[in-house]
């Protein structure tokens, strides 16, 4: 019973922090690309696999198991009756529902599980975000670290691109203090590939109003300084690439 508790208010706290810092989204001319949840799942506990049904139409479904060292996922990606394996490294543990889309454009249906790793204020957004990408005849795990909530555009070339989420801080001039800023960057996904775009990152300062315009308190090369001083500290990415083992 405390379990169910604990559980039930997990959800409702990433769920009203999520909703506490929308309305901070840049103003873009893409379309934004359709994805749809999948439906049937359980939560992932220590005792219990996580499972979701995605398709019925194409048979995915995935089914995620902890490793016996307890450190590492065991992922089963299951596509009718191919069954392509991960033993992936446990970063964060709080699964969203996962989301499926022809993310790379080849005309295959491939699959998005969003985790978050939980936390306080702000860092309740902190997560990961695992594709499970088509690559020819098998699919690839890709995984990229972000704030979540996750939003993906329709960009040129026929590309699909996620748009990147962190906070910053930089100092601004004009105010002779430190301001926090939300940064966006520009992922492309080609492939089973996940690269960071040339694309200009859009700035939006965090005040206690929705803000969605970029800001102009800071110069590009301001921006610039600000996000080499970040890096030093993280990876704001983090990509990761893992090759399935197929069996049958």
Not at 117 to 146: H, I, K, R
Not at 161 to 185: G, P, T
Not at 204 to 232: C, F, G, H, P
């Amino acid at each position: 019973m405390s379990k169910f508790f604990l559980l039930i208010m997990s959800c409702c706290l990433f769920y009203s922090i999520s909703h506490a810092y929308k309305g901070y989204e840049p103003r873009l001319k893409e379309k934004s690309l359709k994805t749809k949840a999948c439906k049937e799942q359980q939560y992932f506990s220590q005792n219990q696999n996580f499972i979701t049904h995605c398709s019925s139409k194409s048979k995915i479904k995935l089914n995620i198991g902890v490793g016996k060292s307890n450190s590492n996922y065991i992922i089963n990606f299951i596509k009718g009756e191919n069954v392509f394996r991960f033993s992936f490294k446990k970063m964060c543990t709080h699964h969203q529902r996962a989301q499926t889309a022809d993310f790379n454009q080849d005309g295959k249906l491939d699959l998005m599980l969003p985790i978050d790793c939980g936390g306080v204020g702000l860092a309740g957004l902190n997560g990961e975000v695992l594709y499970f990408l088509s690559n020819a005849e098998t699919y690839d795990l890709v995984s990229v670290s972000s704030l979540l909530v996750v939003q993906h555009i329709h960009a040129k070339n026929n590309r699909i691109q996620l748009v990147h989420k962190e906070i910053v801080s930089a100092f601004v001039k004009k105010d002779k203090r430190f301001r926090n800023f939300w940064v966006y960057h520009f992922l492309n996904i080609q492939g089973s590939k996940i690269t960071v775009s040339s694309r200009k990152s859009i700035w939006i300062m965090y005040t206690d109003k929705r803000n969605r315009k970029s800001t102009k308190l800071l110069t590009e090369r301001e921006k610039k300084r600000a996000w080499q001083v970040y890096v030093k500290s993280k990876d704001p990415y983090r990509i990761r690439t893992l090759g399935s083992d197929q069996a049958k």
